[in-house]
């Protein structure tokens, strides 16, 4: 087990994310900007801006710990986008202002040349009153930051990038299980991504149970749907399995204790930790996981749920390589598509930090 590779910060979060007596309300107002193929052809909200997609212009933020940062790091990686959108990895244990690049050499990040992600927020926004959230798309030149709407960032990462697609690339949005995939990603999103938070954010036993309530009833759900299909949306991977293993990979370290959420563990449910660990084992999921990041994150910034800030040495992570026999019910990871090969040097998951092999 590798030392804690991050210091406290002098700005305390204590107290940021539970509010007594209420539920936990996620703030889903985003900087909906888009990068598109055709800045003047694109459907963007009223007040945002079409950027055009080009290779090189467009740094990734996006720290491991975040699932909603993992999705932007395992899709990029599917679709192969490396060499199009390069990546920024902050360290997990963020303040009050942002994310910090402590890992990086000099605490900056090598290509903005900055110290916090709040930085190319201010470039744009001077002042920016909203959280400073990863992931988060930064124009180079500039230093400004783009949009930070991240269920859209995948979305045109499958749709608008097609151009930079590695040779092989999965199709994550197929035309036609879309409206489907929807409503699935809907309640998957509304239910379990955000029902987890729900639940560790509550702040009254009443709004505690009502959300517990309502994640165990999604994840009898799931259970129940990944009985017969090897994938949420049948016989390959699409953007929905993306979606709900970021939760999945963090739900027995972090979710079940640290948020209560604790039924059972991901491990008791036999369909869903099959699921998982199929996925896990897929090139492009597990590859993008460092379980110490994360544990680090929830422990240490949700001083309010944990004022020891302590992180749990456990769970053992060798489980997760186990078989998991999903390719009897058939299918296959990328459809008519190959996997994408091995994992850039400087993108490498600590091995201290993941049972997969170096």
């Known amino acids: 087990m590798s030392q804690r590779s991050t210091q406290h910060s002098e700005y305390s979060t204590a107290g940021a994310y539970v509010h007594a007596g209420e539920e936990f309300t996620r703030d889903t107002t985003y900087i909906e900007d888009r990068i598109v193929r055709d800045p003047d052809r694109a459907g963007v909200s009223e007040g945002a801006r079409a950027w055009p997609v080009a290779e090189g212009r467009y740094r990734l933020v996006a ?32 303040d009050a202002r942002s994310w910090t690049f ?40 500039s230093g400004q930051v783009v949009t930070n709407d991240f269920p859209q960032i995948t979305e045109d990462f499958a749709k608008e990038w097609t151009a930079f697609h590695r040779e092989g690339a999965p199709d994550l949005w197929p035309a036609e299980l879309e409206d489907e995939m929807r409503e699935v990603m809907r309640r998957v999103y509304t239910e379990v991504n955000n029902g987890v938070y729900r639940c560790g954010f509550a702040g009254s036993q009443a709004a505690y149970e009502k959300a ?48 209560k959420c604790s039924r059972h563990k991901l491990t008791e449910l036999p369909n869903l930790w099959a ?11 597990g590859d993008t996981v460092d379980f110490q990041q994360i544990k680090e994150h929830y422990y240490v910034v949700h001083e309010d749920i944990n004022p020891s800030q302590i992180v749990p040495v456990g769970p053992a992570l060798e489980n997760w390589l186990s078989p998991h026999g ?18 850039r040097p400087g993108e490498r998951v600590d091995p201290a930090h993941t049972p997969l092999p170096a």
Not at 70 to 81: A, E, K, M, P
Not at 115 to 133: K, N, V
Not at 275 to 280: G, I, S, V
């Open 102 to 141: 402590d890992l990086d050499p000099d605490g900056k990040d090598p290509v903005l040349g900055i110290e916090r992600l709040q930085q190319a927020y201010f470039a744009r926004f001077p002042g920016y009153p909203r959280g400073i959230t990863v992931p988060a798309v930064v124009e180079i030149g």
């Open 326 to 343: 999903r390719e009897a019910l058939g299918g296959s990871p990328f459809g008519d598509g190959t996997a994408p090969g091995p994992v």
């Open 275 to 285: 699921y998982a660990r199929d996925l896990f084992q897929t090139p492009g999921f």
């Open 212 to 259: 517990y309530d309502r994640l165990w009833a999604a994840m009898d759900w799931l259970e129940e749907r990944l009985a017969g299909r090897r994938y949420l949306m049948g016989e390959h991977i699409t953007e929905a399995d993306v979606r709900l293993f970021t939760t999945l990979v963090r739900f027995d370290p972090v979710y079940h204790s640290h948020f």
């Open 63 to 94: 720290a491991r710990a975040c699932p909603w940062a993992n999705r932007t790091l395992i899709v990029r990686r599917l679709l192969g986008l490396e060499d199009a959108i390069s990546v920024g990895l902050p360290g997990p244990v963020h």
